[in-house]
């Protein structure tokens, strides 16, 4: 997190931190129906390619860690809107929440780079299974581009969101 200017610090008004004005428990509510929704797409994906199909690829088990690294992205974005002060404004949040609150954003920020790049990699795993017997090189030269340019944005932004505070 970046130091706020004096200038902008002088004109914040007078700390809340007894009753300070909150967004309600809205995040709460639409990260529930989304996951709710996610958890059912993923159910309904895996009965049909593991019980109709008979058989699954290396497609599902990118889509299920992506489905786990959300989960955990939510249940940490969740607890810092509801102990870190992420649902209020910045000067009703205590000093002594910022560090918890820091710890929490980079906690996020590593699962959500996690969970869209497992969403990325499922995609392109899916497109080499639709594409396997055909012979279209350029289609599969394509691919491998692209799946080394994700696990490529995978390693870096972990690796930037780890040591970025040294």
Known sequence: MRAVPLSV????????????????????VINVVFI?????SLAIRLYSRMVVKHQ??????????????????????????????????????????IEHANIIA???KVMFTLASSFTR???????????KDTQIRWYMVTLHINLAFNIGILISFVLIATFMCM
């Open 9 to 28: 610090y002088a004109h914040w008004p007078a700390p809340n931190y007894e009753n300070p004005t909150t967004r309600g428990d809205a995040l709460l």
């Open 36 to 40: 709710l929704l996610v958890t059912l």
């Open 56 to 97: 699954s690829g290396i497609d599902d088990i990118m889509i299920v860690l992506a489905y786990v690294f959300t989960i955990g992205m939510t249940a940490v974005v969740l607890l810092a809107n509801r102990h870190y002060g992420w649902n209020r404004h910045m000067w009703d949040v205590e000093v002594g929440m």
């Open 106 to 108: 980079y906690v996020a």
């Open 121 to 131: 990699l499922s995609l392109i795993f899916l497109y080499y299974r639709l594409v």
